[in-house]
C-alpha cells in the first residue's frame, strides 16, 4: 500500500486539540483526516474496527504545532484493503484523545 502523508497547511491554530471528521463519510476509496495541533507534540493517529482492534496506525510522530492532512488508502498495517463496516479514526497528542467515526463501504 502507499504510504500515507502528512501534509501541513499554513493557518492560524486554536488553543485546542482538533480532530475534523473523516471525509468523505461513508468512503469507498480513500479518506482524509484533518487535524491541528495547539502546541508541538507527539502525534498519534490510528484507526480501529468496533472489537478495539488496531486497522493501521497512520501517524506516529513529533509534530510541531499547525494544521495537518493525513490520506488513507483503506489499506491495514499489511497493505490489505478493509472490510467494508464502521471504523473508529483515534488522534491521540500526550493526555488528550479525540475519536471520529468513519463508515468504509463497498
Avoid at 497493505?79 to 479525540?98: D, M, N, S
Wanted: avoid cysteine; hydrophobic fraction near 50%.
Amino acid at each position: 500500500a502507499a504510504q500515507p502523508t502528512t501534509v501541513a497547511v499554513d493557518a492560524a491554530v486554536s488553543a485546542t486539540l482538533e480532530f475534523a471528521s473523516p471525509a468523505p463519510n461513508p468512503v469507498r476509496g480513500r479518506a482524509r483526516f484533518a487535524f491541528a495541533l495547539p502546541r508541538a507534540g507527539r502525534a498519534r493517529l490510528e484507526v480501529f474496527d468496533l472489537a478495539g482492534r488496531r486497522v493501521v496506525t497512520l501517524a506516529d510522530q513529533a509534530l510541531a504545532p499547525g494544521r495537518y492532512v493525513r490520506g488513507w488508502d483503506l489499506a491495514d498495517d499489511s497493505g490489505r484493503r478493509v472490510a467494508a463496516g464502521v471504523y473508529l479514526a483515534t488522534l491521540g497528542v500526550g493526555a488528550e484523545r479525540v475519536t471520529r467515526r468513519l463508515v468504509v463501504v463497498p
